[in-house]
């Protein structure tokens, strides 16, 4: 009985030196594990977790390592609007299609074509790329030149100057400009004008080596025209097309050709008159205080004088208002003191109907200065489009602002 009792404890002191030594064992390989990491052979499971989620897998390391990527280079540039441009892209193309379409293969291919988006290109050039020097302020080779009246077809101009942005934008590719400017242009019913215009104007401005947008402003219906409003329009539009804003504002009657380069497409410290000798008006300047066909403005003096007023509907006075307007806040016109620069060219058309309340109105400007122009424009925005060589801005302005 004892021995019986006996092999029993025996066998269990036994059994429990067989669990101890296995439990070491066990430690001993979790220890070796856990430095060398080759013991438990866990490639099997690895293969398998990989055929499912390889393209997934890789795909979230481009991510990782293309948004850190991206975040040195534009940090080296210390720009960050780029850095937001190029993680946007990136995450259009992973999150929401990822969720939607729930295919790696899909998403893998999608991201290839992001790190192909034209704004990684871009960006990726710019960083190997010096900067550019400062244009020059007034390049040397610049002297008159002929306005060609002739009819055009606008679709065959339209395919003339490669080098003109969509938009009818343009930077010179060789140098950083210095001018950031708007040629803000009031239209309807024009389009013979239009064509002839856009050739003439892209290739005396691209010699200036400014970065400029052409925007067109087109009065919808068939109200009396409004220059002054459309041109208020014109300013707060083309705004919103430009990052950073542009810094300076032409505005254009679409009939009037520069007719030598030196007439700088530019803004001065105060308002310059443009268009002082027109040859319909036999080159002589009409009247001391005129300021109309083409005059520049600085963002700073368009919005200090609230604009244009809004309420000259027909032809005339609008810009003689304006002229009012730049006295009443201490501003005087300017013009160049060569006034043979400031030679134009008109193209023919019908004489406008003149506006019989222009001069009652003249009579007002310094008192509604303040509450008449960009403060109070009304407008309906119809569209916006991007043609080659212009921005087609169209508006309803019958609205009484
Ligand atoms: C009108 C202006 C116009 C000028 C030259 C003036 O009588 O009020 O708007 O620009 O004539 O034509």
Redesign the pocket.
């Known amino acids: 009985m004892p021995n019986v009792s006996m092999g029993t404890a025996n066998s269990g002191w036994r059994g429990s030196r067989v669990v101890r030594y296995l439990l070491l064992l066990v430690l001993a390989l979790v220890a070796m594990e856990y430095l060398f990491g080759s013991i438990l052979d866990a490639s099997v499971l690895r293969s398998i977790r990989h055929l499912h989620n390889d393209s997934q897998s890789s795909f979230y390391a481009m991510r990782f390592n293309w948004a850190k990527q991206m975040t040195k280079t534009t940090q080296d540039k210390n720009n960050e609007a780029e850095s937001v441009t190029v993680n946007k892209t990136i995450d259009i193309n992973i999150d929401n299609e990822a969720t939607e379409k729930d295919n790696t293969i899909y998403l893998a291919s999608r991201i290839e074509e992001g790190l192909t988006n034209k704004t990684i290109e871009k960006l990726i050039s710019n960083t190997t790329e010096p900067p550019l020097p400062l244009c020059e302020e007034s390049p040397s080779d610049l002297g008159p030149i002929m306005a060609n009246k002739t009819e055009l077809q606008l679709d065959y101009v339209e395919t003339k100057y490669p080098e003109v942005d969509p938009g009818g934008l343009y930077a010179p590719p060789n140098c950083t400009a210095r001018h950031r400017v708007a040629i803000i242009v009031p239209y309807r019913d024009r389009e013979q004008h239009l064509a002839v215009f856009l050739n003439h104007i892209h290739p005396f401005l691209m010699k200036q080596q400014i970065e400029y947008g052409i925007f067109i402003v087109e009065q919808y219906g068939n109200k009396a025209f409004n220059r002054a409003k459309l041109m208020n329009v014109g300013f707060v539009e083309s705004q919103k097309q430009k990052a950073g804003g542009w810094q300076c504002f032409i505005f254009h009657d679409i009939d009037l050709l520069p007719l030598d380069q030196r007439n700088l497409y530019h803004c001065p410290e105060q308002p310059r008159h443009m268009s002082a000798l027109i040859d319909k008006f036999h080159y002589k300047l009409?009247y001391k205080d005129?300021f109309?066909?083409v005059s520049a403005m600085t963002v700073e003096q368009f919005t200090k004088v609230n604009g244009f007023s809004n309420k000259y509907w027909g032809?005339?006075?609008?810009?003689?208002d304006m002229f009012r307007r730049l006295n009443k806040m201490n501003y005087h016109l300017t013009r160049y003191d060569d006034l043979s620069i400031a030679k134009y060219a008109m193209l023919e058309h019908k004489p406008s109907v003149a506006n019989p309340k222009?001069y009652q109105l003249l009579t007002q400007t310094s008192k509604i200065l303040k509450s008449d122009g960009l403060s109070t424009l009304e407008y309906k925005l119809v569209k916006v489009t991007q043609h080659h060589l212009y921005t087609l801005i169209v508006a309803n302005i019958d609205e009484p602002s």
Do not use: A, K, L, N
């Not at 032809?315 to 003689?320: F, N, R, S, V």
């Open positions: 009409p005129i109309g066909g032809w005339g006075g609008e810009d003689d222009r």
